[in-house]
């Protein structure tokens, strides 16, 4: 379970970009965060891993409070934590099943015959995943051969391939066609439920996140204006 608490980011630039934001999110749930340019989302998902630093506030993961930790642990328990793009982020170069591998790695190694290393389990679980997402006749094409929506189905394998007990998704969508978009969200979706996997959506794409998440929590001006479900959003959020 994740729960942050008070959360606020002020950044350097005078910017209050989150104030004070507390939300709990259970074990399975998928939560789409909406809100205008500039409202806060990025800022709020990059304050769980910490790619961007809270001002103050907790953000516990079980009993860890990643706020609290040191550079030397942050690294063990960003683990936990997957997380998916909205350019993909994979390494063009190496093949899908390469990319997925490198999710349960933690890092992109730089010697070729790195693959035969690894355990037999894992190479497996790979392939199980790239079954799932529907890619597994594509297991041995470089990246970059891909389509947009391919690309994101190895986005989301490679985070998978991690074993993490919650999902950061930035804009999974945003460079997708419609049609592509709403298979996106849906095999996302699916696989959280199916895993009892906790998400935090960053979706930019109000019908969408209406059409697909079970709970939305609308972001303005670093302050949280609504959380509730999809049916009860009015036009004003
Ligand atoms: P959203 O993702 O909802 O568009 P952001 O989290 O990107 O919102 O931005 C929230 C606010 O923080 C905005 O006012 C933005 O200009 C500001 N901001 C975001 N990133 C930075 C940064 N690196 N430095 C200074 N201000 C930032
Ligand atoms: P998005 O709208 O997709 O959240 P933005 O276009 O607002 O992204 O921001 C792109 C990048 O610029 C992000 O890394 C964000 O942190 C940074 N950024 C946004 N606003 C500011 C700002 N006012 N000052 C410095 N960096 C910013």
């Given at each position: 379970m994740l729960q942050l608490d008070a959360l606020s980011k002020t950044y350097k630039t005078g910017d209050a970009a989150l104030k004070n934001v507390s939300l709990r999110v259970p074990k399975g749930q998928i939560v789409g965060l909406i809100g205008p340019s500039g409202a806060g989302k990025s800022t709020l998902i990059r304050c769980i891993n910490r790619l961007v630093e809270p001002s103050s506030g907790k953000v516990l993961l079980g009993d860890v409070d990643l706020a609290a930790l040191g550079a030397r642990q942050l690294r063990q328990q960003r683990r936990r934590i997957g997380m998916i793009f909205q350019e993909y982020a994979l390494v063009e170069r190496l093949t899908v099943m390469e990319n997925v591998l490198s999710g349960r790695l933690g890092y992109v190694p730089f010697w070729r015959s790195?693959?035969?290393?690894?355990?037999?389990?894992?190479?497996?679980?790979?392939?199980?995943?790239?079954?799932?997402?529907?890619?597994?006749?594509?297991?041995?094409?470089?990246?970059?051969?891909?389509?947009?929506?391919?690309?994101?189905?190895?986005?989301?394998?490679?985070?998978?391939?991690?074993?993490?007990?919650?999902?950061?998704?930035?804009e999974p969508t945003a460079s997708l066609d419609p049609?592509?978009?709403?298979?996106?969200?849906?095999?996302?979706?699916?696989?959280?439920?199916?895993?009892?996997?906790?998400?935090?959506?960053?979706?930019?794409?109000?019908?969408?996140?209406?059409?697909?998440?079970?709970?939305?929590?609308?972001?303005?001006?670093?302050?949280?204006?609504?959380?509730?479900?999809?049916?009860?959003?009015?036009?004003?959020?």
């Open positions: 790195w693959l035969r290393r690894f355990p037999p389990d894992d190479i497996r679980n790979a392939f199980r995943l790239l079954d799932r997402v529907g890619l597994l006749e594509h297991a041995d094409k470089r990246a970059d051969a891909l389509s947009g929506g391919q690309r994101q189905r190895v986005g989301i394998a490679r985070a998978l391939a991690q074993e993490p007990e919650l999902l950061l998704v930035d049609k592509t978009s709403r298979q996106i969200m849906r095999l996302l979706t699916e696989i959280c439920e199916e895993r009892g996997l906790p998400a935090i959506v960053n979706i930019h794409d109000v019908p969408l996140a209406q059409q697909f998440m079970q709970r939305i929590v609308g972001l303005r001006a670093g302050q949280v204006v609504f959380d509730g479900p999809p049916e009860q959003l009015t036009e004003n959020v």
